[in-house]
């Protein structure tokens, strides 16, 4: 079964950083992009990171520059979206997505993914 799993949410501190783990089951990273993004209360979903099947990564949303960092590890299971420097606009749900292709979608195709469950992330003091 092809799945992917998301962990690591919680709160944090402004200022502070997170970093959230997405597991691909069922399937490797050199066979399928992952991508990470993320909905605010009242706010449509919208697209943060995403790496490809080659490494390739591709960016959605400007706020995030110079602040997050996606990733994945050596033996191609886990995706990680490393956070820095959080801010409180930061807080939302956030999921882990795979178009079921090597490469990354574009931001007006990002409903059409397999999705993972979501992990909350809240930015407050």
């Known amino acids: 079964q092809v799945q992917v799993v998301e962990s690591g949410g919680g709160l944090v501190q402004p200022g502070g950083s997170l970093r959230l783990s997405c597991a691909a089951v069922?399937?490797?990273?050199?066979?399928?992009?992952i991508g990470w993004f993320r909905q605010a209360p009242g706010k449509e979903r919208e697209g943060v990171l995403c790496?490809?099947?080659?490494?390739?990564?591709?960016h959605y949303v400007d706020p995030v520059k110079g602040r997050f960092a996606i990733s994945r590890d050596n033996a191609g299971k886990t995706v990680y979206l490393q956070m820095d420097s959080l801010r409180p606009e930061d807080t939302a749900v956030y999921y882990c997505?795979?178009?079921?292709?090597?490469?990354?979608?574009?931001?007006?195709?990002?409903?059409?993914?397999?999705w993972g469950e979501g992990t909350l992330v809240t930015v407050s003091s």
């Open positions: 997505a795979t178009p079921l292709s090597p490469t990354c979608p574009t931001s007006k195709y990002l409903a059409e993914q397999l």
């Open positions: 069922g399937f490797t990273l050199d066979e399928y992009a």
């Open positions: 790496i490809s099947s080659s490494a390739s990564i591709t």
